[in-house]
């Protein structure tokens, strides 16, 4: 389907989240959904015991109100009739009483499921490769953690026991039609054709409708997630309505589904309900003319109990079909969230990686080559030999690689061929946790977790001390400037940080990077929300925090690399400069324009803005 958004147009592929096919009651996946219960298998044991009794005691009911009415009500006894029912109130006790056990149960395990599961998805979810969020939407992860996930809650509480007692009880009815009178049983045996027949047919329509209805819904949550997080563009682009349009028609999309379910549902449930009146209709034709007839006919109190019996069986028909439809939801929901636990990442640490010992931070690439398609390389042959201690600059147009250095160094990514190397360590062969316990890395895109200022700094070392945080914001010399927050360093930043400045965003990201106490220390265009004022203040901040560590510095002001040990220039995935500030400017290449061009936009910057300059 596509949406017509002015200049721009929105395209829904159907199915293009759409996980392997498999048949929606697979006895595979049920099995595998109950391999969730093993950890609370005393738990599980216990229910299914309560399940086959109360499957039991139900028929029971009705076998005693049969018998007390063709004996003691038939021969008038009145003692008998007053045992009979006091004998009916403790059954139904006793049955009142399983019943809630059977809910208590049925809920502490579909919870208990419900828990192991999510706590899977997250753990699977956390030893994923950038690669995989990055081609991801968020809503698609988050309708699998939620909506999926209860759909398989209600499998597993309501659908599962629910179902077992239904299915118990009308087999203990059968048995008992049986015994009561098997020719008149065969009246209901030709009911099953039927209803094998309308399961089949609607088992293949609501499984592929049901299935369409969550990915339709993973489609909105995905939107959703999309539209909130960039608000802002929205309404600087006046998208407002445009966007409120393709909502829209994704929502009437998802209607259209869900209305699918629901008439089907609605021509489901009546036949099955039709389909069982009739053939207790045609139980009282039979029956009522076999107890008519003089020579030998039916018992009037065997037909009464066989009817009693009939109508115990034919109760739970409507419930099951209801079932049905809960079931097909909730394995359409376990499908999709094994297909996320199924996903294998990408690249994983080789069994036999080791860790890093105490690194001193020397860098090398040999014969890098890497792309995020990899039919469409991002670097080429890339070499290069950093010492421990040194800072290195990264300068380039944009998309030139420089990020995409910064990402196979801290193992976010792994080469397509060739090799990176910290200390002479192969990190294809070295754990990824023993290598980024010993990175620092501020992003250009900075990132606050729902807390306080003081909890996102603590995000690197959790164990650190107030004196551990205040030390380092003295040293970046920017104390003073999150210390007048409202609260201090307890004030809560908001949503993504909303309730502090870029800027202050930024000195957060900058304090938590240094309290880590990094060897290797990644800055992608680390000062680029700062102003210029707060950048003179934390330029000697940085000058501190690099001494000793192996920095790569990512910026397009040519101001914070000037300094640097050692300046590598890309331009289209290749390292065609190398070598400091001085070298690189009158070697005339490259670099040099650069610089040029640096110089006359500060030189214009200092007409337009009198009394300001950039340090």
Known sequence: MTIPGGPLTLTIRRGEERPTERRPLEMRLIVRLLAYTRRHAAKRNWLLLIVVLRSLQLPALTWLTAVIITGPVQSGDLPGVVRGAATFAVLALATQLTMHFRQRLALELGEAVVHELRRDLFAHLQRQPMSFFNRTKLGWIISRMTSDVENVRIGVQEVLFVGIVQAGQMLVAACCMLWYDAQLFAVVLLMVPVLWGINRYFHRWLSHTLREVQESYSRVTATLAESVN?????????????????????????????????????????????????????????????????????????????????????????????????????????????????????????????????????????????????????????????????????????????????????????????????????????????????????????????????????????????????????????????????????????????????????????????????????????????????????????????????????????????EADLILVLDQGRVVERGTHHELVVAGGVYTDLHHSFVRSRETWSLTKPGITDT
């Open 230 to 562: 960039g608000v802002r563009v929205t309404q600087g682009f006046v998208r407002q309505e445009t966007n409120a349009r393709i909502f829209s028609d994704l929502v009437d999309d998802h209607s259209r589904y869900n209305m699918a379910v629901t008439r089907s549902q609605a021509v489901f449930l009546p036949l099955l309900e039709l389909n069982s009146q009739l053939c207790f209709a045609a139980l009282l034709l039979v029956g009522g003319f076999r107890a008519l007839q003089t020579d030998g006919g039916a018992d009037l109190a065997n037909l009464m109990a066989f009817l009693f019996m009939a109508n115990l069986f034919f109760a739970p028909i409507i419930g099951l079909g209801g079932q049905y439809n809960q079931a097909l939801t909730a394995m359409a929901g376990a499908e999709r969230v094994f297909s996320l636990l199924d996903m294998q990442p990408e690249w994983i640490d080789p069994p036999a990686s080791e860790d890093l010992p105490p690194l001193t931070g020397r860098v090398e690439f040999r014969h890098v080559t890497f792309g995020y398609d990899r039919d469409r390389p991002v670097l080429e042959d890339v070499n290069f030999v950093v010492e421990a201690g040194q800072t290195v600059a990264l300068v380039g147009a944009t998309g030139s690689g420089k990020t995409t250095i910064a990402n196979l160094i801290a193992k976010f990514y792994t080469p397509v061929s060739g090799q990176v190397l910290v200390d002479g360590f192969d990190l294809s062969c070295a754990t990824s946790a023993s290598l980024q316990r010993q990175l620092g890395v501020v992003w250009q895109q900075n990132f606050l977790f729902s807390g306080s200022v003081l909890d996102n700094i603590r995000f690197a070392r959790p164990q650190a001390t107030d004196q551990n945080v205040n030390e380092v914001l003295r040293r970046l010399d920017c104390l003073d400037l999150l210390a007048n927050l409202p609260h201090g360093l307890d004030t809560l930043v908001g949503e993504r940080g909303a309730n502090l400045s870029l800027g202050q965003r930024q000195l957060v990201c900058f304090a938590r990077a240094m309290l880590a106490d990094p060897r290797i220390l990644i800055l992608d265009e680390a000062t680029s929300s700062v102003d210029t004022l707060t950048e003179a203040r934390m330029q000697a901040a940085l000058t501190t925090l690099v001494c000793g560590r192996t920095s790569f510095i990512i910026a397009h002001r040519l101001s914070t690399v000037c």
